[in-house]
Each structure stands twice: as structure tokens, then as C-alpha cells.
């Protein structure tokens, strides 16, 4: 064979072999879920990467690790910042250090009921701090309200009203917000890693603790601090986010499909929180622990006029407590 027909036949195995590389190229994405690869933070994810799979026929994939196995919190969140992971589902509350507004999802009873809450989930002021997340800190939102069921107190002695706060050592997250609520209502906060929580409360290091109310129930809580109040005080948003050099390195379809597998998982979220709330409430009651449901009046007077102090000090945007009241 002429010298001439060898380079073409190496130059068209080549081309073959770049072209095949290409056709079959993946993307891989890791998703860090805080949570068990069974509860309604993460069943929810597990679809997700379904979903995409599915309708971006394999060219994306999207790897779930439930259990915190990658980090949780402000610190998961950061490290998908960085690249370092490419996803994350986590409350909104811990998008706080990027952008202050955030922080009033976590004042308490700063919502009236379920209704109010979803109402601003879906408003411009959260399009606006969704909007900011982008533009100023490389982080697309690919959902904002994956449902979770809300935030309540269990605790070693009863809680009915704000005056049985006073004096009690009270495990909080490290979220400025969630510190100062409860120290407007009496409590000492105290900062106890999620995952000490339980033994804190067994041997006393704190009397009480906040916290989501299927948690209580899957962590055990109450069998350590058997008075779980309803105080309802926060309704819970999961968000699922991606790093935005990840994101806006796919193509267009890509995106979209992505952005259409959020979609299905956020209405999955729904319907796996619907009537959970009994169930968990039956479980710990069956277990010997007490529910305690109390008319939250008392607690947003008292939270309602140190709002406006916050509000002062910059942890929100001003007027921002005030418009979403009148939502």
C-alpha cells in the first residue's frame, strides 16, 4: 500500500476513534443528600438522577450520595461552590452566608401556615435571592421547594409557652437566624454537632432541641427528650443546586433536562410528605413520648417585635419581614 494510502487510513482511524469518544461521552455529576437514602430528602434525589438519565439518554449522570457522606450543610454547599462537588439537596436556610435575605426562613414563626410559605417560595423576592445565588456565587437552582415537614421542638420537660424556654440549654444550628429566635424566647442556645444530638440530650449537656419532625422520630430523639411540641415554628424547603460552570457546561438540552427532572422530583416530594405527619406522630407516641400541640400566639407576638431589631442589624433586607407579612 502507497505511503499516501497508510495516512489516510491512520487519519480516518483516528477521526473514528475521536468520533466514537465524543458520540458516547458522559458527564458525571455527584448529588450530596444530608440525609438516608430512604427519607423524603433523598427518595426524591434518587429520582432525580432517574429522570436524567433517562431524558438525556445517558449523556448525563447523576450519582447520589445520601447519608452526608460528601458533607452537609453550609459546608456541602460551599464545596459544590468550589467544584469539588458538582450538587447538592439541602434546606434553604443554609444558603445564608451567600445571600443574608435567606436568613428570614429561618426566623421563626416569621410564616403564617403552609400556604404563606409556598406563596413566597414562589415569589419575586425569591426569584430575586435565587437570581443573586447565580449572577454572584456561581450556584443554579434547580428546584426551591422540595417539601419537608416542619421544624418542631422535643425537649425533657414540657413546652407550652415561652416562659418554659427560659433557662433551658437549647441545641440550635449554627444559622444566625435560628440563634437569635430562640434567644428571644428565653432559651440558651448551645451549638452540639446533628450528630451528638441525641447523647446531648440523653445526658443533659442540653434540655432541648429543634428540630425537622420526621428527624425526631428517624433519630430518636424523643425516646432521649419525650416532649415533642408542634410549634410549627419554620416550614421546610429543600433546595437542589448545582454548580453553575457544571451546569452551564451542558448543552441546552442538557439543561433543560435537567431542569424538567427537578420538576418531577419536586412534585414526588409532595406526595411522599402528604399524611407523614400523622404516621410520625403515631410512631412516637406508640414509642411513649408525648405530642404536645399549643396555639403559637404567644410565641410570633413575642418573635414579631424582635424581628424589626433584627431586621436593624442587617440580617435581612429592609422591609423584607414586612412584605412578606402582607403576602
Known amino acids: 500500500m502507497k505511503r499516501s494510502a497508510w495516512k489516510w487510513l491512520v487519519a480516518a482511524m483516528i477521526g473514528g476513534i475521536l468520533f466514537t469518544g ?19 430528602t433523598c427518595l ?24 452526608g457522606q460528601l458533607g452537609t450543610g453550609t459546608k456541602a454547599v460551599q464545596q459544590m461552590q468550589a467544584g469539588v462537588i458538582d450538587m447538592v439537596a439541602e434546606d434553604l436556610t443554609w444558603y445564608t ?11 421563626g414563626f416569621a410564616f403564617r401556615d403552609a400556604d404563606h ?42 413546652v407550652f409557652t415561652p416562659d418554659d424556654l427560659k433557662g433551658m440549654k437549647f441545641r440550635v444550628p449554627n444559622i444566625p437566624a435560628y440563634i437569635k429566635t430562640w434567644q428571644t424566647l428565653g432559651a440558651n442556645p448551645s451549638q452540639v454537632p446533628w450528630a451528638d444530638s441525641f447523647q446531648a440530650l ?25 416532649y415533642v411540641t408542634m410549634t410549627n415554628h419554620l416550614f421546610i424547603a429543600i433546595a437542589l443546586t448545582v454548580n453553575a460552570k457544571k451546569f452551564y457546561g451542558l448543552s441546552a438540552d442538557e439543561q433543560a433536562a435537567l431542569r424538567k ?9 409532595i406526595e411522599l410528605n402528604k399524611d407523614s405527619a400523622d404516621d410520625v406522630a403515631k410512631k412516637i407516641v406508640d414509642d411513649g413520648a408525648n405530642i404536645i400541640m399549643l396555639k403559637p400566639t404567644a ?4 418573635l414579631r417585635a424582635a424581628a424589626a431589631e433584627q431586621e436593624a442589624e442587617g440580617l435581612w433586607s429592609k422591609d423584607l419581614y414586612e412584605k412578606i407579612e402582607k403576602m
Open 22 to 40: 465524543t458520540a458516547t461521552a458522559e458527564t458525571k455529576l455527584r448529588l450530596s443528600c444530608p440525609s438516608a437514602a430512604n427519607s423524603t
Open 44 to 67: 426524591p434525589a434518587t429520582l432525580f438522577a432517574d429522570e436524567v438519565k433517562k431524558l438525556t439518554n445517558g449523556s448525563v449522570i447523576v450519582q447520589v450520595f445520601p447519608g
Open 97 to 107: 452566608p451567600f445571600v443574608k435575605d435567606f436568613n428570614v426562613l429561618a426566623w
Open 117 to 158: 410559605f409556598n406563596t413566597f417560595l414562589k415569589s419575586p423576592i425569591a426569584d430575586a435571592m435565587v437570581d443573586e445565588m447565580d449572577k454572584k456565587h456561581g450556584i443554579v437552582f434547580l428546584a426551591r421547594n422540595w417539601r419537608k415537614l416542619p421544624r418542631v421542638v422535643t425537649s425533657t420537660k414540657p
Open 202 to 226: 440523653k445526658t443533659g449537656v442540653v434540655d432541648a432541641m429543634e428540630a425537622p419532625f420526621d428527624s425526631v422520630l428517624s433519630q430518636k430523639f424523643h425516646l432521649a427528650a419525650p
Open 261 to 269: 427532572a427537578a420538576d418531577k422530583a419536586t412534585a414526588y416530594s
Open 299 to 302: 410565641f410570633q407576638k413575642k
